[in-house]
Nanobody, 117 residues
Framework: QVQLVESGRGLVQPGGSLRLSCAVS????????MGWYRQAPGKQHDLVAT???????KYADSVKGRFTISLDNAKMTVYLQMNSLKPEDTAVYLC???????????WGQGTQVTVSS
């Protein structure tokens, strides 16, 4: 069983920064992918960034160069450093975890990020 615990919600002014974190509880894995999706009201989840246990990363074009994803393997925690935030970044950000061994996906509860003056 897997549970994801997110933190870092906040209200940020345009151009500001925010750091999100997501920790995996109740399980330990060797091969996995973690990352962040975001969802605006009435829209589907969109990929923001992912990282594998081996360190490979992927970013959405809309955030490349502004966001950085990182992983602390020992703590099983993924971080998303968001810089130069724009109002268009406003969304509920959802952490996810994929167990590579069985292909199962798990989602966090979501954390609200609002970028506004």
């Amino acid at each position: 069983q897997v549970q994801l615990v997110e933190s870092g919600r906040g209200l940020v002014q345009p151009g500001g920064s925010l750091r999100l974190s997501c920790a995996v509880s109740r399980s330990i894995f060797r091969l996995y992918t973690m990352g962040w999706y975001r969802q605006a009201p009435g829209k589907q989840h969109d990929l923001v960034a992912t990282i594998t246990n081996g360190g490979g990363t992927k970013y959405a074009d809309s955030v490349k160069g502004r966001f950085t994803i990182s992983l602390d393997n020992a703590k099983m925690t993924v971080y998303l450093q968001m810089n130069s935030l724009k109002p268009e970044d406003t969304a509920v950000y959802l952490c996810y975890f994929r167990n590579v061994w069985d292909g199962n996906d798990y989602w966090g509860q979501g954390t609200q990020v609002t970028v506004s003056s």
